[in-house]
């Protein structure tokens, strides 16, 4: 189980992860860094469960028209939701005793 600091660790990556793709360019434009905190912890508890990336990418394609009113191209959801997994995988396996 991971300890409170480390979880805050691993939620702030993923935001900083998000913000860097910056799917629809409101960080770009200046808008705060928690713009896009609402998809965090779902692309999260999609990654801690192990499912495909192709969820990722179905959740990020459903949810960015649903929520901020602007489609994602499928090619940078897939793309976004690749990284999003390697980091994923990454991160756990420093975490690992």
């Not at 660790?9 to 860097?20: F, G, Q, S, T, V």
């Not at 200046?30 to 999260?44: F, K, N, T």
Request: contains cysteine.
């Amino acid at each position: 189980m991971l300890s409170k600091k480390d979880s805050r660790a691993r939620w702030r990556e993923l935001r900083d992860l998000i913000n860097a793709w910056d799917p629809i360019g409101l960080i770009e434009v200046g808008c705060p860094p928690d713009e896009y905190e609402c998809v965090v912890g779902p692309i999260m508890r999609i990654l801690e469960q192990g499912a495909p990336t192709l969820h990722i990418t179905e959740y990020v394609l459903k949810e960015f028209p649903d929520h901020f009113g602007v489609p994602v191209p499928e090619l940078s959801a897939a793309s976004f939701a690749t990284r999003a997994s390697y980091w994923f995988s990454a991160r756990q396996a420093e975490e690992q005793p």
